[in-house]
């Protein structure tokens, strides 16, 4: 029942995103960056973009509480955060709901900084080329671009443990992540579909044009606001247009 609520939601949702996909949204002088497929992560003075049915119906004024609530509790993240938790969260950042696939809804040298922690191996390969120069064009001359991922050279060891752990024991269920997908889940970015080590992330940045690349550590780097930024760790690099 719940997955079967989960997928109309999802369904409605993609043709909202559908009817306003040409919407171009305009950032104030508070805002110093932008950060993409973030839910409600945003750090302080950013302006998030994220396509997620959970964002436009808790910011929808139109919807009564009563039924954010019940739509709330029909979704996964109902499973970790209350709904007081997660409105009260939202509530005070700025979110726009748009789907990234059709690309970055601001104007060409909008701003200094664009972030994105955990999004782009939701893509494929030349879908994250498209919004990597979708990026480019966003940013001013001399912006930051940081991106965050899951680090590919950590996986073989992950793997390995799992590996041994169902060696010893049998458990087909530390196997599953590995060789099993959620058939019931339509979401387009609840997969994993394209994993990067630095080389790889670096030649993707370079397609999409840019030249200086760097791999950063935790918190430490040029863009703006990055003691803020990395909510998750992972592969972290940076590149300036």
Known sequence: ???????????????????????IYNLDNSVIGIDLGCENNVSQKYFGVDGSFLIWFTKNKYFPMFLKRILFSKTCTANHLTFEEFIGKTNKVQVAHHNLLYGIPFKDNSTSNVFTSHFIEHLTKEQAIKLIVECRRVLNEGGILR???????????????????????????????????????????????????????????????????????????????????????????????
Do not use: C, W
């Open 1 to 23: 029942m719940k997955t079967r609520y989960y997928n109309l939601l999802e369904k409605t949702n993609n043709l909202l995103l559908r009817l306003k996909k040409n919407r």
């Open 147 to 241: 991106i965050v991922v899951p680090d590919l050279d950590e996986e073989p060891n992950e793997i390995r443990g799992s590996l041994e752990q169902y060696g010893k024991s049998g458990d087909a269920e530390v196997l599953q992540k590995y060789l099993t997908v959620d058939a019931n889940n339509r979401n387009f970015f609840s997969f994993h579909r394209r994993m990067y080590n630095f080389n790889e992330l670096k030649s993707v940045l370079e397609q999409a044009g840019f030249k200086k690349i760097a791999r950063k550590e935790r918190y430490k780097g040029k863009i703006q606001n990055v003691s803020n930024l990395d909510v998750r760790d992972g592969l972290i690099v940076e590149a300036i247009k």
